[in-house]
């Protein structure tokens, strides 16, 4: 049932979505240098969004660019200008939250896709059908929809297609319309700037009366005291009962997420999608850094959806290093964590070699020089390895 749904994955930059198409991803979604509600990942300038379209292309896969801040007046003669070059560059579609943006986007570009964001709050069935008789040809639904409030959205608009998130960090605050990051920091959460404070652990004033600083740390208990830190979405066992709804994309959210985390959840999906939920998924979702995880509102009305624990944990695997390629029989390996001669290193790849393990029995640097500490980040090293591995597999290790 889901192998007809598109698997829809974050790209922060060129080499991310390198990443999440050698992983499995059916499409991407990006964002450009403006109008874009990541305005602190890397993104894409018109001449990257233009490379990516091609690359994309050619694999048979789709590109979706972020439009999606909520637009003051100034913005949007840029902004017509901008939906006439995404037209022309030949992107899939734009996903939007404004409606004023989307009108200037079916008039300046009358042949680009539009798909409304989670930002615009599409929580029922009749606002679905306004975003249809406007144009729109998806909306991706906002995070706080059950599975059957979906199914009804499906069979009042079946024309429309609808993209759910599957997977990744959730906000605190309704379909992340925000405002704690305007006024602890300045930087407008709504045009790209958030700083996550909900994230931070906090303190409680007491009056001047009852301390002599005024200021007390929250007491932590078996709970923590990460007060606005939401749990992290996982639906990987429920993507069936997603596809049944109606939902033709899962959307895995992380365009701030580091190329390690976008290979092991776009991996651990793909292979959901293809073959079926099991044990081996569940586990592979554990080894990058995530917070605890929950199925949120699918199933309807859920308190227990805060992370009181901590900001985040980290995963069950470090992060080694990424394959350039083979060469003379050893694998060329760009480190990101220190390894040494005798570690035990684990392959992630959408290949058979997905999940087997080696031990480093020799390992050199480009010089020829044999080491047995590899600590150099970003050096290239070349190691002994019983298998042949592609530019693209991620060498990691399990923590002890």
């Not at 007809?4 to 974050?10: G, I, K, S």
């Not at 009042?156 to 990051?181: D, Q, T, W």
């Not at 959460?189 to 906090?202: F, H, V």
């Not at 080694?320 to 390996?333: P, R």
Request: negative net charge; glycine residues 8%; aromatic residues 10%.
């Amino acid at each position: 049932m889901t192998k007809n749904v598109e698997l829809l994955a974050p790209a922060g930059n060129p080499k991310k979505l390198d990443t999440a198409l050698y992983f499995g991803a059916d499409a991407v979604y990006v964002g450009g240098k403006n109008f874009s509600l990541r305005a602190f990942a890397d993104n894409f300038s018109d001449g990257e969004l233009s490379r990516a379209v091609k690359t994309c292309h050619s694999l048979g896969k789709k590109i979706y660019v972020t439009v999606n801040i909520y637009a003051r007046n100034q913005d949007f003669g840029a902004l017509e200008d901008y939906f006439s070059f995404l037209e022309y560059a030949g992107v899939d579609a734009v996903l939007i939250s404004d409606p004023g943006v989307h009108a200037v986007a079916r008039k300046a570009a009358p042949g680009l896709k539009t798909h409304i964001s989670t930002q615009a709050n599409t929580t029922n069935k009749h606002a679905a059908k306004f975003w249809a008789d406007e144009g729109a040809s998806r909306v991706v639904l906002a995070r706080e929809l059950s599975i059957d409030e979906i199914a009804e959205i499906h069979g009042f608009v079946p024309g429309l297609e609808l993209e759910a998130f599957v997977h990744g960090a959730m906000c605190i605050s309704y379909s992340g319309r925000c405002l704690l990051s305007d006024y602890l920091t300045g930087r407008s959460s709504n045009r790209g700037e958030c700083a996550q404070p909900c994230r931070w652990s906090y303190y409680v004033r007491k009056s001047d009366e009852l301390s002599d600083t005024g200021w007390m740390e929250i007491g932590e208990d078996e709970r923590g005291t990460y007060i606005f830190n939401s749990k992290d979405l996982n639906m990987s066992g429920h993507l069936e009962k997603l596809a049944i709804a109606g939902v033709s994309s899962f959307k895995i959210e992380g365009r701030m997420k580091s190329e390690y985390y976008l290979a092991t959840v776009i991996n651990a999906y793909r292979r959901c999608m293809d073959f079926g939920f099991d044990e081996a998924v569940e586990r592979e979702l554990l080894t990058a850094a995530h917070r605890e995880y929950t199925t949120a509102y699918a199933f309807g009305k859920n308190d227990e959806t805060v992370n009181y624990d901590d900001s985040q944990a980290k995963g069950d695997c470090d992060y080694i290093a990424n394959v350039l390629g083979m060469e003379g029989g050893f694998v060329l390996a760009e480190m990101k964590t220190r390894f040494k001669k005798g570690d035990t290193l684990e392959i992630l790849s959408p290949s058979g070699n997905f999940g087997k393990s080696f031990t480093v029995e020799e390992a050199f640097r480009e010089d020829g020089e044999a080491v047995t500490d590899c600590k150099l980040v970003q050096e290239v090293y070349r190691l002994s390895c019983p298998y042949e591995l592609s530019a693209g597999d991620i060498l990691r290790r399990r923590q002890k």
